[in-house]
């Protein structure tokens, strides 16, 4: 699949490139806030790593949803590769995206990056909290409008491992039995609270996995050995590039697959993500629904 050994940069080698390279990374900050989506823009403004582009959930990784569509349905791939072409980003160079900390929307970045078929996608490892944390420096310049590129980035056909899903799909593979996870806190699982979608609860046969029980204190991904431990746990014996991934509107489900990425999970297969996630599921009344941790 990605032909780097690694999903992630560290902020110690993304400052070393940016001073002494001759090749220049693309760099692109998606922070973002679900109950206020002017906060990542506001806090890009008051300062980003150098040379970095925003990009916004809602405006450029997502496209507008429909009535019975979950929050965040996946842009239209020719206008994706556009967009991104607009920043620069080119099929030969690296692209480095980031967030604040937990690669949370980060990863939405880079899912939709490596399904367009770019190869060469890093995740900043800690996002601005670790760059900060380290002593680099911050700009509040407005990026400069990217150069002309006379190879932008191609729409390719997506790579195997990187597919997606529909509503029909997912009900009939989980009768069949095979593993979907849902990243969604337990309480929002279990039906206790939903403070997003207007139905509480969960798809039936869906095995629970918060992304955040995959985080250590500072926000990054538990170390390979714990990682890779964990998510074989969450399958049960289930074949990890078969399972089906889902959050509440498509966006954790990527971090999810990062992190199936990131412990060598993942393969030609999947897993593969559920867009519409819960958002979906729970606007079209004639899908069942479960409460509880099970």
Do not use: K
């Not at 900043?124 to 407005?142: E, H, I, R, V």
């Not at 992304?211 to 998510?231: F, I, K, N, V, W």
């Amino acid at each position: 699949m990605n032909a780097l050994s690694t999903p992630w940069v560290t902020p110690s080698e993304l400052a070393t490139h940016l001073l002494g390279s001759p090749t220049p990374w693309c760099i692109l900050d998606a922070r973002f806030d679900l109950g206020d989506p002017a906060a990542g823009a506001r806090s890009f403004a008051l300062g980003h790593v150098p040379g970095a582009h925003y990009l916004h959930l809602n405006d450029d990784l997502s496209r507008p949803s429909g009535p019975t569509e979950g929050r965040h349905p996946l842009p239209e791939r020719a206008v994706a590769a556009q967009r991104f072409a607009a920043l620069g980003v080119t099929q030969e160079q690296t692209v480095v995206v980031m967030d604040g900390g937990n690669a949370l929307f980060a990863a939405r970045a880079w899912w939709l990056l490596r399904e367009l078929g770019h190869p060469t996608v890093r995740v900043l490892a800690g996002g601005l909290a670790a760059w900060q944390a380290a002593g680099l420096p911050l700009s509040t310049d407005d990026p400069p409008a990217p150069p002309v590129s006379l190879n932008p980035l191609a729409l390719e056909p997506p790579p195997a491992g990187f597919g997606t899903v529909e509503a029909d799909a997912v009900w009939v593979a989980v009768q069949q039995g095979t593993c979907l996870l849902d990243a969604r806190a337990p309480e929002r699982f279990a039906g206790l609270v939903e403070p997003l979608d207007p139905v509480a609860g969960h798809i039936p046969g869906a095995r629970n996995l918060p992304y955040s029980s995959l985080l250590q204190a500072d926000g990054t991904l538990l170390p390979t050995d714990q990682l890779r431990e964990r998510l074989l746990a969450a399958l049960a014996g289930s074949p990890p590039g078969e399972s089906l991934l889902m959050c509440g509107s498509g966006v954790t489900a990527c971090a999810l697959h990062l992190a199936f990425t990131s412990a060598g999970l993942s393969d030609t297969q999947g897993p593969q993500i559920y867009v519409g996630s819960w958002s979906e599921w729970s606007r079209q009344a004639h899908r069942p629904i479960a409460t509880g941790l099970t």
